[in-house]
């Protein structure tokens, strides 16, 4: 009886742990002192939140918090830093870990806005509109129509990350189109990347950032268009308790829009590459 006790508290001690998140400084808090810090959790995502050669976490993301964070200290008069907190080896772990956070602390990567989420922590505007692209191998012929999956990829086994919209748009190929299909479920984005360029059957929803990754590694990549999805957004996220949320929308409205200045525009070439952000560009007309 006593051991079974303990096991039990043992069970609810790292549930307790595994719950608990980061902690930053809140808008109120830097406001009142003049300075503070907030913490940026991550999931790594090429072109997103991603090491430089030096292994300095740089992206997308990063350079888009360093705007906010100079624009915060310039437009009111505050010392604000950030600290980067977690190992951005799991989307899910992160997403978790922010929402279980208190004050000012944000999750960056590729996090899809959607109406189940907002219910769980709270969005930024968004940044970027996702380019999601169907891909197999070269070997595979490419489909036409997704009616024809079930034929065209018959021999194909499906690999998606738990808890990400991409296995969410697999699934729904599954039951729409492809009853039968063998669906391989993994922890991490990086992960199905290494074994969908593994497995010369295998086929998988990308980011489009991973999607250049390819490219740009001369991997073995086939993009099949008809499977283009360029429907959700990026977001930067909160928990429900923070009160950064109007300084973002501030942010995000300054001088005609954010996502329409020079700037902007210039951290998506950096990082995107010129291919990329007319790939983007032209799956949102």
Not at 32 to 43: D, E, K
Request: glycine share 8%; hydrophobic share 40%.
């Amino acid at each position: 009886m006593k051991k079974t006790w303990i096991l039990v508290m043992l069970l609810l001690v790292s549930g307790m742990v595994l719950a608990q998140g980061y902690v930053g400084d809140s808008w109120a808090q830097v406001k009142a002192t003049g300075q503070g810090t907030i913490s940026l959790a991550y999931v790594e995502t090429p072109s997103f939140v991603y090491k430089d050669n030096s292994g300095k976490l740089t992206g997308i993301c990063v350079d888009i918090t360093n705007e906010f964070v100079n624009w915060v200290n310039k437009t009111k008069g505050v010392k604000l830093q950030t600290k980067f907190v977690g190992d951005g080896s799991n989307f899910r772990g992160m997403y978790d870990k922010v929402k279980a956070s208190t004050g000012g602390v944000f999750g960056l990567g590729n996090i899809t806005i959607t109406d189940e989420r907002k219910k769980e922590v709270r969005f930024s505007p968004p940044f970027i509109t996702n380019f999601a692209i169907l891909i197999t191998q070269n070997n595979v012929a490419t489909l036409t129509k997704l009616e024809d999956i079930s034929t065209t990829f018959s021999k194909l086994t499906a690999y998606t990350a738990k808890g990400t919209l991409n296995e969410k748009r697999i699934l729904e190929l599954k039951k729409k189109h492809f009853p039968a299909m063998k669906v391989v479920t993994l922890d991490t984005s990086p992960e199905v990347y290494e074994k969908v360029f593994a497995d010369p059957n295998a086929f998988s929803y990308l980011d489009l950032a991973f999607y250049l990754k390819a490219v740009s590694e001369r991997k073995s990549v086939k993009r099949h268009p008809v499977g283009d999805m360029a429907a959700e957004q990026f977001g930067f996220i909160m928990p429900m308790s923070s009160d950064w949320t109007p300084l973002l929308e501030e942010f995000f409205k300054t001088e005609g829009g954010y996502t329409n200045s020079t700037p902007y525009k210039n951290i998506l070439t950096r990082h995107l590459g010129e291919t990329g952000v007319k790939l983007l560009q032209s799956a949102n007309k």
